[in-house]
């Protein structure tokens, strides 16, 4: 047992044990060290977080090294009705559905990114209340490809959350994923300055 309450491991995954963030605020986070996938038997499961809630906000960082699987769904994180994923075009793909699971309120993707020996950042944040708020970046560039982004509610609360394959144990990741921060309900703009004089030394706080 690692981390918080219900956070499991399976046996074969290597790296860094994990932690949930428990703060008793609206930004609880998922943080998660680090571990090598081997696209087939690894997979790291939770139960639910601990004062989650469905909203309208989120923001995920993460570095990623594509080891294989080219050309198939390679989930990175995966909560049944919110997805972080390489997708089978080789693009990273944000998605989020509504709670009856039906229809896409969230959709953004990438460039394709091939299997190999490059590290990328991917950091990305949306607000659906609020067009034209959606962020994706990958190594620092704007790289987001908006299909659908709609003013609506996405279902965070699932009872099972995944990292490295989906929820149903299938279309595992093959790679290296690392320094992994969620926490949905919570935007961040990484397109104005925050902590630094302009966006970019903003954005690359997070990297």
Same mark, same amino acid.
């Given at each position: 047992m690692y981390g918080g309450p219900g956070l499991t491991r399976t046996p $074969?995954?290597? $790296?860094?044990p994990i932690t949930m963030?428990?703060?008793s605020v609206a930004w609880r986070p998922f943080i998660f060290g680090g571990a090598t996938f081997g696209g087939?038997?690894?997979?790291?499961?939770?139960?639910?977080?601990? $004062?989650?809630?469905?909203?309208?906000t989120g923001t995920l960082s993460c570095w990623v090294r594509i080891d294989g699987g080219d050309g198939g769904f390679r989930y990175i994180y995966n909560a049944g009705r919110f997805d972080? #994923?390489?997708?089978?075009?080789?693009?990273?793909?944000?998605l989020g559905k509504q709670n009856t699971g039906s229809t896409t309120?969230?959709?953004?993707?990438?460039?394709a990114y091939a299997a190999g020996t490059t590290w990328r950042h991917v950091l990305a944040s949306w607000n659906l209340a609020t067009a034209?708020?959606?962020?994706? #970046?990958?190594n620092d560039a704007d790289d987001k490809t908006e299909n659908? #982004?709609?003013?609506?509610?996405?279902d965070y609360t699932r009872?099972?959350?995944?990292?490295?394959?989906?929820?149903?144990?299938?279309q595992r990741f093959n790679g290296v994923i690392a320094e992994f921060w969620f926490a949905p309900n919570t935007y961040i703009d990484f397109n104005v300055a925050d902590c630094s004089s302009t966006p970019t030394a903003s954005r690359r706080i997070w990297a």
């Open positions: $074969g995954v290597s $790296g860094i963030g428990q703060q087939s038997a690894n997979l790291i499961r939770s139960s639910d977080f601990t $004062g989650n809630a469905d909203g309208k972080f #994923y390489v997708n089978a075009g080789n693009q990273f793909q944000v309120r969230l959709n953004f993707t990438s460039s034209g708020t959606g962020r994706l #970046y990958v659908v #982004y709609t003013d609506a509610t996405i009872a099972t959350h995944t990292i490295g394959g989906d929820t149903s144990e299938a």
